[in-house]
């Protein structure tokens, strides 16, 4: 296995949704990277396509309605579009794992945790082997045992996630559980077949800030003890600065700016990232000055032509609604979709690479 | 301050019984607010801050006497809220309206844009005909949408466009007073600046008093001139919004402050990690609510006392037993 290949690779993903009222091209041209060790923030607002493009990878997009008309989806360099029903069962079983929004309804209600967590882990460890069939099963561990170590693993696992006297609550049924606490068991279940990559969906959006700050905690010291990769997904900037290393951000179906922490926060290059990062409520803003982006999120049913945000955009040239702009680097760790850095775009772009920086660092 | 309060709280409690057991009795309550005091003056925004639990929505409901108090009293304009029978306190809530958090729950779907702005001006009997189409057309211009929208329905609106539909129809009665549940937490963060920055203009514009209930303390920053913290029903910390986030005395508001995420990389600041949980403790536990998960140093009087709401500073007023009347700065953390 190569370890400097990346983890995961999305190319030129285009999805389709097709509903009553047409086909909702939801997103379009999507391109994302995650290297090995990745912490990747992925940020967007409501629509925008960043739970589709996450639930690309272990192909768990519902199609139909959805139709992936292009695009590659690579996870260690396999095809995963290209894969059986069977297979795709093994790979997300053994080497992916899935965390959502909503820790209450991702529990089952009417069994205990130890029921919920054991059958977790026995079924991440895979289909009874061909072994099974022969002689050899005898020196197998029997079903009964096979439960009796996972659920040793569960109650480990639980520990380490925070769960005070794992052994006792192991037992509860999740209505005894806060939704802090159930969240750690979601994350405990999620790490305990140790894959290698974590697909965290608004992980800490419907718990306290408090218990949001413990939750991201948890998992910074998760990420570093089981070396995972992980593609976080939440809409809250805060969240993104405190835990990833990298960002990518997106509108309306496509990536549109992505690069390390550091620089999309302190040199966002978008229009959209800019606006996005002004928007926020922070401790230099006093009452009034506050800029929100004029306008709402396009609908994917009738989205605006070429580049998506030209409507709301406040540099918008008359280049943007031709064509979806390419992505241009724009240093080593960090690209843009936007026509302000092409150096001669098609007809109409008339700035300069070396210009547009200047002209974004006035307004921001 | 010296003038007038617009509204002032005094000793507020709402419990809800637990019921149980045969015949549904009452075996025990939840003090969802209790013991209460606060003053909000003419032209301020107050903040309300806390997790969920602590009691603040239903301090807001109560206040406006939807949910009716289990003790203390509610002056508004000086009048005292608690004892007026029902006519007179619709009378009085012409002055005082809510905007609530869910603006996809808080429309009726059923009626047009146009109905629902003008329905409070009907009920109370402002005007009728030409003159009420004419005040709606204005309302719904003056929150930035358009006179087009009038006849459509809720469901034809995004989050951030009913938010502002549901303000319209909040200030249709020109209300002095408006109690702000959470009225951007359901919103995106570009939509979210666009509602704040209206609600600024309307405040200006319209010298309007808002009350303003949020767990996202960077909003609360924001908008409002003073805020208070609340912890399981009680005020812990009540101050102006410097002091709350450049000198926070109570070990509770400190800890919220650090958990609080920048959107800053660098901004990687000492984070006060509280243990636990948002508990709701026995009711026969005599010390400081906060004393089960607080992080500062504990001392028997936690665990034995109340503390009650100080004044430590002018204005600022903390409900510790670590911090001492007259201190600056440092806070309780480390003490005692």
């Known amino acids: 296995m190569d370890r400097s290949a990346p983890l995961v690779a999305i190319r030129d993903l285009r999805l389709n949704f097709h509903t009553f009222e047409g086909v909702a091209r939801t997103l379009v041209g999507v391109d994302l990277t995650l290297r090995r060790g990745d912490v990747l923030g992925l940020v967007g607002e409501t629509g925008c396509g960043k739970t589709m493009t996450a639930l690309s990878i272990p192909r768990l997009i519902p199609c139909p309605p959805g139709e992936i008309v292009a695009g590659q989806v690579l996870f260690d360099g396999q095809d995963v579009l290209a894969k059986s029903e069977a297979e795709m069962q093994e790979l997300r079983a053994r080497r992916m794992a899935l965390i959502f929004q909503d820790p209450t309804t ?26 099974s069939y022969t002689p050899v099963a005898r020196l197998l561990p029997t079903p009964r045992e096979q439960r009796r170590q996972a659920r ?54 419907a718990l306290d800030v408090s218990i949001q700050a413990q939750i991201l905690r948890l998992f910074k010291r998760l990420v570093q003890e089981f070396h995972l990769t992980v593609l976080l997904i939440t809409h809250n900037l805060g969240v993104v600065a405190r835990t990833c290393n990298r960002v990518a951000v997106m509108y309306a179906g496509r990536v549109v700016e992505e690069g390390d922490v550091r620089s999309i926060f302190k040199n966002p290059q978008h229009p959209y990232t ?22 709402s999120i396009p609908s994917p049913l009738a989205p605006p032509s070429g580049c998506r945000f030209h409507p709301r955009c406040p540099h918008a040239l008359a280049v ?36 547009a920086p200047a002209l974004l660092g006035d307004a921001s | 301050m010296s003038r007038q309060p617009l509204l002032e709280v005094h000793r507020l409690r709402k419990y809800y019984p637990i019921r149980g057991g045969l015949f549904r009795r009452t075996i025990g309550q939840i003090r969802a607010v209790d013991d209460v005091s606060f003053a909000v003056y003419p032209g301020e925004a107050l903040g309300l801050v806390g997790e969920s639990g602590s009691g ?14 289990t003790g203390g009293r509610i002056l508004f304009q000086g009048e005292d809220l608690t004892g007026l029978p029902a006519d007179e306190l619709q009378r009085r809530r012409a002055h005082m309206q809510m905007v609530f958090q869910n603006p996809y729950s808080s429309l009726n779907p059923r009626m047009k844009v146009k109905e629902i702005v003008a329905e409070p001006l009907v009920i109370h009997g402002r005007s009728k005909g030409r003159p009420l189409f004419e005040r709606v057309r204005e309302l719904i211009r003056r929150v930035g949408l358009d006179e087009a929208h009038l006849y459509r329905y809720p469901h034809e609106f995004s989050g951030g466009q009913r938010q502002r539909i549901g303000i319209a129809r909040a200030l249709a ?40 209930i949020s767990h996202d303390l960077g909003v609360i920053r924001y908008i409002c001139d003073r805020v208070a913290l609340m912890y399981l029903g009680r005020i812990v910390e009540l101050a102006p919004v410097e002091t709350i986030f450049e000198r926070p005395l109570h070990p509770y508001t400190q800890a919220l402050r650090s958990a609080m995420p920048e959107p800053d990389p660098d901004a990687q600041e000492e984070e006060i990690l509280l243990e636990g949980e948002v508990d709701v403790v026995d009711p026969g536990f005599p010390g400081c609510r906060f004393a089960p998960r607080c992080p500062a140093a504990q001392i028997d009087r936690c665990q034995a006392e109340e503390p009650p709401l100080q004044e430590v500073a002018p204005g600022h007023w903390v409900a510790c037993h670590l911090v001492e009347s007259g201190e600056e700065g440092g806070g309780g953390r480390g003490k005692g």
């Open chain 1, 274 to 295: 800019q606006g996005l990062l002004r928007a926020l409520p922070t401790r230099e803003h006093r009452k009034g000055e506050l800029e929100g982006i004029p306008g």
């Open chain 2, 56 to 69: 603040k929505t239903t301090l807001g409901k109560t206040v406006l006497r939807l949910q009716e108090p």
């Open chain 1, 152 to 205: 040793q693993v569960a109650v480990e696992m639980l520990r380490r996630v925070g769960i005070p006297q794992p052994e006792r609550r192991i037992h509860s049924y999740p209505h005894e559980f806060s939704g802090g606490m159930k969240q750690r068991v979601l994350i405990a279940m999620a790490v305990a077949g140790r894959p290698d990559l974590l697909i965290a969906d608004e992980p800490t959006t």
């Open chain 2, 173 to 212: 009665l020109e209300p002095r007073l408006l109690v702000l549940d959470e009225p951007t937490s359901a919103l995106d963060v570009s939509v979210q600046a666009q509602i704040l920055n209206l609600l600024v203009d309307l405040q200006e514009e319209l010298g309007l008093t808002y009350l303003f």
């Open chain 1, 320 to 355: 943007c609604p031709e064509e979806p702009p390419p992505m241009l680097p724009m240093g080593p760790n960090h690209r843009v979709a936007c026509y302000l850095y092409a150096d001669h775009g098609p007809a109409g772009a008339g700035e300069d690479l070396d210009d």
């Open chain 1, 106 to 131: 991702n529990l089952n209600p009417v069994f205990t945790i130890e029921e919920q967590m054991v059958d977790a882990i026995l079924s991440k460890q895979g289909i009874r082997s061909l072994w």
